[in-house]
C-alpha cells in the first residue's frame, strides 16, 4: 500500500515494508537421455541430406539401408532473343534505322529443367525437384545419387 506521500509505492530500502514475493520460475521439462547423433552429413542433394544410417527429407526420417533411388531429367528448350541484341537494336536504331532492326533476329537457345530425385524406403517415399539451367549440374546430382545407391546397398 502506497502512502500520499509517496506515490511510486515503499522503497526497496524502507525497512518497514515486506518485499513482494518474487514469481516461480517455471520448471524445465526433464528429458531422457540425449538421442544418438546419427553422424555428419556425408552427401546433400538439394534438401535431402544423407548420412551414414539415415536420409534426413522435410516430410521426416527415411532409413538408408534398403532405400531405392531415382533420378528423372525434365528438359525444355526455349528459344528467345539475347539481351545484348535488344541493346545493339536500340542504339543502332539512332544510327542506322533499318540495319539495327536485324539485331532482333537472332536467337539464341536456352535449356531450363528439373531434375527429379525420388527415394523410396518402403512404404516411405521422398521426391525432391532441383531447378538446373546446363548439363554440369545434371551430372552433378547424379554422380551423388549413384555414390548413394552405393551406400544404400551396404
Wanted: aromatic content about 6%.
Amino acid at each position: 500500500m502506497t502512502s500520499p506521500s509517496d506515490p511510486w509505492g515503499p522503497s526497496p530500502d524502507d525497512p518497514w515494508t515486506v518485499p513482494s514475493p518474487s514469481p516461480a520460475t517455471p520448471a524445465l521439462p526433464v528429458s531422457g537421455p540425449p538421442a544418438a547423433a546419427p553422424g555428419p552429413v556425408i552427401v546433400q542433394i538439394a534438401e535431402i541430406a544423407v548420412t551414414s544410417t539415415t536420409v534426413h527429407t522435410p516430410a521426416g526420417d527415411i532409413p538408408l539401408a534398403g532405400s531405392q533411388w531415382q533420378v528423372n531429367d525434365y528438359w525444355h528448350s526455349q528459344q528467345r532473343i539475347p539481351r545484348w541484341a535488344i541493346v545493339l537494336a536500340i542504339v543502332g536504331f539512332c544510327v542506322l534505322t533499318v540495319l539495327s532492326l536485324l539485331f532482333l533476329l537472332i536467337k539464341e537457345t536456352v535449356m531450363q529443367g528439373t531434375v527429379q530425385v525420388t527415394v523410396t524406403n518402403g512404404t516411405r517415399q521422398y521426391v525432391a525437384r532441383i531447378p538446373v539451367t546446363d548439363q554440369v549440374a545434371v551430372t552433378t546430382i547424379n554422380q551423388q545419387v549413384n555414390y548413394v545407391r552405393t551406400l544404400a546397398a551396404l
